[in-house]
C-alpha cells in the first residue's frame, strides 16, 4: 500500500472515529444535565471535592468504557489537572465535567470535553455545551466545526479592537503565577478593548475559534484545559504559542491562541 493511501485510511479512520466520539460525549453531557439546576452547597473544601468527583463519576462511567471500546490501545489520563508531555502513543485526554464548579453553581459555563492525542499531537477533539446542545468538534487537517459548520478565527488587526481572555489554571495557584496572571490583565487592559476574565479556559477557546473574541491566554494550566482548544483554534486558522510568542507544548509555562493579526501584539503585550 502506498504512503499516499495509508494516509487516505488513517484520515478515514479518524473522522469515523470523530463521529462515534461525538455520540460518547453527547451522552455524557445529557447524565450531566440532568443533575443541573440547583445550586450544591458545601461547606468544606472536602464536601466540595466530593461533589465535584461525583459529577466527574457520572461522566466518566459513559466516557471511559465507550472511547475504550473505540481505542483499546489507547491510554487514559486518569488526572484531568496532569501537564506536562505524555508517553508516546495514543492516550485520551478527557475533562467530565469542564467547569465543574460552575456546574455546582448552577452557572451554565461547562462542557464535556474529549481529546484523543497521538505522540503528544491532538488529532480530534469533541466539545460539546449540553445546556445548548451545541458541539465543537476538529480533526487535524480538516478544519473545526460547530454542529458540521467550518469555524474560523477573526479577522482582527488590531488589538486595541479586539476583546479578549483570560482564565486561572485552579484554585491552589503558585503565588508567581498569580501575581503573573494579575500584571498581565492589567497590561490587556491597557492594550485591548475588553478583558473577559472567567473559568473554564475551553469555553474562551471555543470562542476565539469561531471568531468572537480574539485572543485567550493561561498561565500554566493542564493538557484537559488547553488541548481541546488548541486543536480548535488551529483548525480554524488561529496561531498558538506560548505567552511570549514561541512554540506551545504541553510543557510549555504558558499558553496564547489568538487571530492571526493580533498575535504578535497579544504575544507582546504579555511580554512586558
Known sequence: MSETLQTTDVAASDADLLAQTVIAVRDAGSALRERFGEVVRYRSREEL??????????????????????????GWVEDELDGGALPSGEWWVVDPSEGNV??????????????????????????????????YTALTGAGAHLDGRPLHVSQSADLGLSIVATSQARPDEDEKVVHRVGSSITAMLFDALVVRVAVPATLHLLNVAAGRIDAFWQFAGARADLLPGALLVTEAGGR?????????????QSFLAAAPGVHAAAASTLSR
Open 240 to 252: 498558538i504559542s506560548d505567552a511570549e510568542g514561541r512554540p506551545w507544548t504541553p510543557q510549555s
Open 49 to 74: 471535592m466530593r461533589a465535584l468527583a461525583d459529577n466527574d463519576d457520572t461522566a466518566l462511567d459513559i466516557l471511559r468504557p465507550r472511547l475504550t471500546r473505540l481505542r483499546p490501545e489507547a
Open 102 to 135: 460552575n456546574h455546582l453553581h448552577a452557572l451554565p459555563e461547562w462542557a464535556v470535553t474529549a481529546t484523543l492525542v497521538r505522540e503528544n499531537q491532538p488529532v480530534l477533539t469533541v466539545v460539546h455545551l449540553p445546556l445548548t446542545g451545541e458541539t
